[in-house]
């Protein structure tokens, strides 16, 4: 079983602050999803990856397949961003995702 | 494109009672659709893969008696909670996933619903 470790898992930061959050996972996969989760619980998928690099706006995630490492960035931060963001990996059968716990983050205006 | 609902959003029920949710892919044909669930506080979790046409595969600690899946057709699956009780009040959301991959969708992409909140009296 994937275990898939986030940090911070609490985050509070100045608006136009760099963040970044960070995921580990201990066993090989085939995707690598970064979401978004609101407080009403609904979820929007920022990212998958299976390699390499993506960007859209100001979101940027990285995934190292070799040290099984990815991170999720965000640049001029803003009061918006704040959510829960949650970091998810399919593995190489298994269909469903595993997520970790995920990081909560808090941009001050 | 690529958008899933899900219905209903809500739902408080007197335990013992059965619930129904419904998982729809909008505008695409979702081969396989899963079904999570988030309790409090803590980390979505899968319960069960259900692929069209064949029985639902549950994850080890889901009850299949009790939480019944249907996927009939290419854009519907249901979650029957049976003989709700207190301790299944949850988040329940699912995703789907189209097989195919296509010009807007990439291979085991997976499109989250909006998820419904199960409240049990």
């Known amino acids: 079983k994937n275990e898939v470790e986030q940090s911070p898992q609490n985050l509070t930061a100045q608006e136009g602050e760099f963040i970044t959050i960070n995921c580990s996972y201990s066993?090989?996969?085939?995707?690598l999803h970064w979401l978004q989760q609101h407080p009403g619980g609904g979820i929007v998928s920022l990212f998958m990856?299976?390699?390499g690099k993506k960007k859209h706006g100001r979101l940027i995630a990285t995934i190292n397949i070799q040290e099984k490492h990815s991170s999720l960035h965000i640049t001029a931060s803003h009061p918006r961003d704040s959510a829960v963001y949650i970091c998810a990996v399919a593995g190489g059968g298994a269909d469903g995702l595993t997520f970790g716990k995920g990081t909560h983050l808090i941009i001050q205006p | 494109g690529a958008v899933v609902s899900q219905h209903p959003s809500w739902v408080i029920c007197k335990s013992g009672t059965s619930v129904k949710i419904e998982c729809r892919s909008l505008?695409?044909?979702?081969?396989?659709m899963f079904w999570y669930r988030q309790f409090p506080k803590q980390s979505l979790m899968l319960m069960a893969t259900s692929n069209e046409g064949s029985k639902a595969t549950y994850e080890q600690g889901v009850e299949k008696d009790k939480f019944l899946i249907n996927h009939a057709s290419l854009t519907l699956s249901t979650l029957t909670v049976t003989s709700a009780h207190p301790e299944d009040s949850s988040f329940y959301i699912c995703s789907a996933r189209d097989a195919v991959q296509g010009a807007l969708i990439a291979y085991n992409e997976q499109f989250f619903g909006p998820g419904t909140r199960l409240t049990v009296l």
């Open positions: 990856l299976s390699s």
């Open positions: 066993v090989g996969i085939s995707a």
């Open positions: 505008d695409f044909q979702a081969t396989t």
